[in-house]
């Protein structure tokens, strides 16, 4: 494996070069790396056993990062659901995308009179001053696929930052690990790759080293890296990748971090005739990227794990921080996910996992 730093738009960005191995060592990786386990099984049910009965008299407060966001919205959706099964008041606050909306989603939330607030996507960093008054004003905040809390690393704060009480996500790692697989298999150890970063999110960051970490073992493979931010995606993502994809015309598969680039990337990639010369990854599982494998739109795989669930065991461990219940670890209750392709896929719909934890939630918190 060869690393060295490339310079691109006044910015320094590691590239990870892997020199061709022997057929040996890439037939004995393929060998190892099998099917890609994704960590949690979506048929079995790895969350809490210890019942957290639900106090009363809550109003929780969502602040989603985006309600044009899949990945920000339904945790933030299902965390309402679960909380108004409860009889708690809840409500979400649209961050917009954007970190200056989110900070003051944030406080209208404080106005309106939440006792807990959950931020879905937030980047605790840009959103000081609101975690600020939320500690003045008593009132907890959690976090929701932002990443930052076990089985993902803690993060690093600075003198006098402030982060979650408690952050629920899956294993990101796992998540970058699973399709870094997915695409060696798929290009039998030979890959040529150019990976996507957002670092506004810890969370894709982690997920990142995970697909980078899975190249690194590959010496057949080739992986580059470049950054792009979540404002990008209804303007000039799409262009970003096309361009480079044309100043390196032996690059065959794409990496994006998560399913609304994915899908503005696809739409890009089919106009700029590029879809049948590289193949899309992503990961998250939405329903228009599931479609997009299905219908050979572009994309062709996707880890998807289950944002539905996060939004319960965000709420399940809410209840057990009010009640001050030990909270279970990890702190992402085990968020189940699955690599999928054109092999494995739903009939229709989003993946899902079919364990019937909802039920199995609500029984705990009566």
């Known amino acids: 494996m060869e690393k060295r730093v490339a310079t691109r738009v006044g910015k320094a960005t590691l590239r990870a070069r892997l020199r061709a191995g022997s057929g040996a060592l890439v037939a004995a990786l393929l060998a190892t790396i099998g099917c890609p386990t994704p960590g949690v099984a979506g048929s079995d049910f790895q969350g809490p056993t210890e019942p957290a009965k639900a106090p009363k008299g809550v109003k929780l407060a969502i602040v989603s990062c985006s309600a044009t966001l899949k990945g920000c919205q339904i945790p933030a959706e299902a965390a309402v659901e679960a909380a108004k099964a409860l009889g708690w008041e809840a409500a979400i606050f649209d961050g917009r995308a954007n970190p200056k909306t989110q900070g003051s989603a944030m406080l209208d939330a404080l ?10 996507s937030v980047d605790y960093r840009s959103i000081q001053l609101p975690l600020t008054e939320a500690k003045k004003a008593g009132v907890p905040v959690a976090s929701v696929g932002q990443g930052g809390d076990t089985p993902n690393a803690l993060p ?5 930052q402030l982060a979650w009480a408690f952050a629920v996500d899956p294993d990101n790692y796992g998540l970058g690990k699973s399709i870094g697989e997915w695409i060696i298999k798929d290009s039998d150890g030979k890959a040529n790759v150019v990976a996507f970063n957002d670092k506004e999110f810890d969370g894709v960051v982690t997920q990142h080293s995970g697909i980078m970490d899975a190249f690194s073992k590959c010496p057949g493979c080739k992986a580059d890296e470049q950054t792009f931010s979540a404002n ?8 970003q990748v096309v361009g480079y994809l044309r100043a390196h015309p032996d690059v065959n598969y794409v990496y994006m971090p998560y399913d609304p680039a994915a899908f503005a990337v696809a739409a890009a990639l089919r106009q700029a005739g590029l879809s049948e010369r590289v193949k899309l990854a992503s990961l998250l599982g939405d329903e228009e990227n599931l479609d997009l494998i299905r219908k050979g739109g572009g994309q062709v795989a996707d880890v998807a794990f289950d944002t539905t669930y996060e939004g ?7 209840i057990r921080y009010l009640n001050k219940q030990k909270l279970f670890e990890p702190h992402g209750e085990n968020v189940p996910m699955k690599v999928l392709d054109k092999s494995n896929l739903p009939e229709k719909g989003n993946w899902t996992a079919d364990n019937g934890y909802k039920a199995k939630y609500l029984s705990l918190w009566k």
């Open 232 to 239: 990008q995606i209804a303007t000039n993502l799409g262009p």
């Open 111 to 120: 106005a309106w009179g939440a006792t807990v607030i959950l931020a879905s």
């Open 156 to 160: 690093v704060l600075e003198p006098g």
């Open 312 to 318: 319960y065991a965000a709420v399940d461990q809410i």
